[in-house]
């Protein structure tokens, strides 16, 4: 028995048309749309701060408008995404009205909800979690009062148990990126959860999937040799047995080979002999990878073991605030001017009593993007100046701001982009990686109709 999963969707903002040509040229049985990232979940913060009933990836709610005929003519497919970010059940309002005005509205949508840990901090402080920094190892102390988000990675047993329940569409908010392919293989093929080999298969089969066409081609070295305009998504075939094959609609663009495999496999695994997820630690040094045809690739050899016993967490805190603007700046002078420009603008600040907490500033084109590998300065008529600003005060950053527009007339000759206007003053968010135990974190499942949803109170 093999089961094909699909994934069309590496982040929030890749290709929006991507899930209906993979479903209109492949038939598959799970298609899996993957859309956080640490970042995502700060963006997400931010929206849900201003709305209580923002905080989800919109774009899913699109493509859901856009293969709706498709779930209607393929009556086995069912969808697992992680679109529901900060603010799942709002997201599964707003696709259960879209399916109830294209008349689905009986079609079951499951809701996995649990990881979000910002209602709960107090409660992990008396029961003595720290919240250690993954790398540091300090606790989070008087930060706790800028937290804005905190979301634990949930493995995929509630997603499972979604499946089970008669989910045809599941959204998750914060789980495992891997997750989103092993809780349909469980669900499919009854594996149990101490099952370490098969978990590891299909956590390798969702790790080499999850960044969608980046395994097919997509950011690959061997770029040049893949027509890229069509570029087909990737496919996953499962065995019961935990064989694997990594595929693609046949006559899309791309390619799938041995090269563009193994480099999405080996792509932000740490430890290779310990590759952290919820489910199971898996070990990549086991893995064989093999051409078996064209766009038909074998991943054998797939090994595990015990899951680890707490729960990665990404948790964001409010820290000040940050703008960064940018001049184009041309001439045979151009380096020697934009540094010039750069100490202009720090200088002026000076003079207004300014002092900020950290500025960079990157000459971009002049070698600042490779360090080590600068082209001479004298082969060079353009660089395009970046200067980025922090500070804790609002209204340093916004002094910094303003100090762009004036250069074009009183700041040497030989600038141009002002056309962006005045930078804008963002919130800085910063990323403080933890753990939580998992006996701490309680993942719940909910699975109505898409009529139920789409007519849920929103605080609800």
């Known amino acids: 028995m093999t089961l094909r999963i699909a994934n069309a969707a590496g982040f929030w903002g890749d290709w929006p048309s991507a899930p209906r040509r993979l479903l209109e040229t492949?038939?598959?049985?799970?298609?899996?749309?993957?859309?956080?990232?640490?970042?995502?979940?700060?963006?997400?913060?931010?929206?849900?701060?201003?709305?209580?009933?923002?905080?989800?990836?919109?774009?899913?709610?699109?493509?859901?408008?856009?293969?709706?005929?498709?779930?209607?003519?393929?009556?086995?497919?069912?969808?697992?995404?992680?679109?529901?970010?900060?603010?799942?059940?709002?997201?599964?309002?707003?696709?259960?009205?879209?399916?109830?005005?294209?008349?689905?509205?009986?079609?079951?949508?499951?809701?996995?909800?649990?990881?979000?840990?910002?209602?709960?901090?107090?409660?992990?402080?008396?029961?003595?979690?720290?919240?250690?920094?993954?790398?540091?190892?300090?606790?989070?102390?008087?930060?706790?009062?800028?937290?804005?988000?905190?979301?634990?990675?949930?493995?995929?047993?509630?997603?499972?148990?979604?499946?089970?329940?008669?989910?045809?569409?599941?959204?998750?908010?914060?789980?495992?990126?891997?997750?989103?392919?092993?809780?349909?293989?469980?669900?499919?093929?009854?594996?149990?959860?101490?099952?370490?080999?098969?978990?590891?298969?299909?956590?390798?089969?969702?790790?080499?999937?999850?960044?969608?066409?980046?395994?097919?081609?997509?950011?690959?070295?061997?770029?040049?040799?893949?027509?890229?305009?069509?570029?087909g998504y990737p496919i996953a075939e499962i065995g019961s047995d935990g064989q694997l094959i990594i595929t693609k609609p046949d006559g899309s663009g791309g390619q799938v080979t041995r090269h563009t495999v193994t480099e999405q496999l080996v792509y932000e695994i740490g430890d290779p002999a310990a590759y952290l997820t919820p489910d199971v630690i898996v070990d990549f040094t086991t893995v064989e990878v093999a051409a078996l045809a064209e766009n038909r690739v074998a991943v054998r050899g797939s090994t595990g073991r015990e899951a680890p016993e707490s729960y990665k967490v990404s948790l964001a805190y409010a820290d000040g605030f940050t703008a960064s603007g940018q001049l184009l700046v041309f001439g045979n002078d151009c380096v020697v001017k934009a540094k010039v420009v750069a100490s202009l603008i720090e200088e002026r600040l000076h003079q207004d009593g300014i002092e900020l907490a950290r500025m960079h500033t990157e000459l971009l084109g002049a070698g600042d993007g490779l360090p080590g590998m600068q082209p001479p300065p004298d082969d060079l008529r353009e660089v395009m100046l970046r200067i980025a600003a922090y500070d804790p005060r609002r209204e340093a950053v916004a002094a910094f701001a303003r100090q762009f527009a004036p250069l074009i007339t009183n700041g040497p000759a030989g600038l141009a982009g002002y056309a962006q206007g005045r930078p804008s003053v963002r919130p800085l968010y910063s990323y403080w990686p933890t753990t939580v135990p998992k006996e701490l974190v309680f993942p719940e499942v909910r699975v109505l109709d898409a009529n139920h949803w789409a007519n849920t109170p929103e605080n609800n």
């Not at 901090?121 to 008396?126: R, S, V």
């Not at 800028?146 to 789980?175: C, D, F, H, Q």
């Open 26 to 231: 492949a038939e598959v049985d799970f298609l899996t749309l993957e859309y956080l990232a640490e970042l995502t979940l700060s963006i997400m913060a931010s929206q849900r701060k201003k709305s209580p009933t923002a905080g989800y990836a919109t774009d899913f709610v699109t493509v859901t408008e856009d293969i709706v005929s498709l779930l209607q003519t393929q009556p086995q497919l069912k969808i697992v995404t992680n679109a529901g970010g900060l603010n799942p059940i709002s997201c599964a309002r707003a696709v259960g009205k879209v399916l109830v005005k294209c008349g689905l509205e009986n079609l079951p949508i499951g809701v996995v909800f649990g990881d979000d840990l910002l209602p709960q901090m107090d409660t992990l402080t008396k029961e003595g979690c720290e919240l250690l920094h993954f790398d540091r190892g300090e606790p989070l102390g008087t930060l706790r009062e800028k937290v804005i988000s905190a979301n634990a990675y949930l493995g995929a047993e509630p997603i499972s148990r979604s499946l089970e329940k008669g989910a045809r569409i599941v959204i998750t908010g914060r789980v495992a990126d891997a997750s989103l392919t092993v809780g349909p293989a469980v669900h499919q093929f009854g594996w149990t959860w101490d099952d370490w080999n098969s978990l590891a298969a299909a956590s390798v089969a969702g790790h080499i999937i999850e960044c969608g066409a980046q395994a097919t081609g997509g950011y690959s070295t061997d770029w040049k040799s893949c027509q890229l305009a069509n570029i």
